[in-house]
T-cell receptor, first 111, second 116 residues
Framework: DQQVKQNSPSLSVQEGRISILNCDYT??????FLWYKKYPAEGPTFLISISSIKDKNEDGRFTVFLNKSAKHLSLHIVPSQPGDSAVYFC??????????FGKGTTLSVSS | EAEVAQSPRYKITEKSQAVAFWCDPI?????LYWYRQILGQGPELLVQ????????DSQLPKDRFSAERLKGVDSTLKIQPAELGDSAMYLC??????????????FGPGTRLLVL
């Protein structure tokens, strides 16, 4: 049973517009959530994180929103740039345990 | 900027052969993780070390996989014998090991294994 789900395998956005990537989870004990970006043939790169005690965290063009009641988080990228084209993984963890990753969403930003 | 180092980057081997992957975490990071990523999936944990001790190896196929971190710094993951289904990207990550933001895991570039 998948504890972290990214239901959209792919997303296409035009340069300058907003990209919204979504993630759902089932384990209410998760207390820390992260987004990673991955280019082909490279390891995942940490992007942004949020603790379960917060509902929003912002870092430049990237903002993560957490809705604990819905067990849902989203990553907003504004404005989107062609260099943002990559696979985005949502990950979650319970204190003292390893990260559980979703299957990823491939973002394509066209110029 | 400090990075997690992994070698080799690519490995092609025949089934039933032995392979080994090496990882050097970011200096000062007490926690080290080995993940396996199959194409189209997210990374899945194989083993987690806290210093030199194994914290979680519940998903490690122990009949053929072994991992060690003898001095609590760098680590080796071994597969013997390799099987066709082991073809995947093997990722190493490290973190400071504490809670909250310090728990953020930083990944190396990975080793792409192809078993023929």
């Amino acid at each position: 049973d998948q504890q972290v789900k990214q239901n959209s395998p792919s997303l296409s956005v035009q340069e300058g517009r907003i990209s919204i990537l979504n993630c759902d989870y089932t384990n209410s004990m998760f207390d820390y959530f992260l987004w990673y970006k991955k280019y082909p043939a490279e390891g995942p790169t940490f992007l942004i994180s949020i603790s379960s005690i917060k509902d929003k965290n912002e870092d430049g063009r990237f903002t993560v929103f957490l809705n604990k009641s819905a067990k849902h988080l989203s990553l907003h990228i504004v404005p989107s740039q062609p260099g943002d084209s990559a696979v985005y993984f949502c990950a979650a963890r319970q204190a003292g345990t390893a990260l559980i990753f979703g299957k990823g969403t491939t973002l394509s930003v066209s110029s | 900027e400090a990075e997690v180092a992994q070698s080799p980057r690519y490995k092609i081997t025949e089934k039933s052969q032995a392979v080994a992957f090496w990882c050097d975490p970011i200096s000062g990071h007490a926690t080290l993780y080995w993940y396996r990523q199959i194409l189209g999936q997210g990374p899945e944990l194989l083993v987690q070390f806290q210093d030199e001790s194994v914290v979680d190896d519940s998903q490690l196929p122990k009949d053929r996989f072994s991992a060690e971190r003898l001095k609590g710094v760098d680590s080796t993951l071994k597969i013997q014998p390799a099987e066709l289904g082991d073809s995947a990207m093997y990722l190493c990550a490290s973190s400071l090991g504490a809670r909250g933001p310090l728990e953020t895991q930083y990944f190396g570039p990975g080793t792409r294994l192809l078993v023929l």
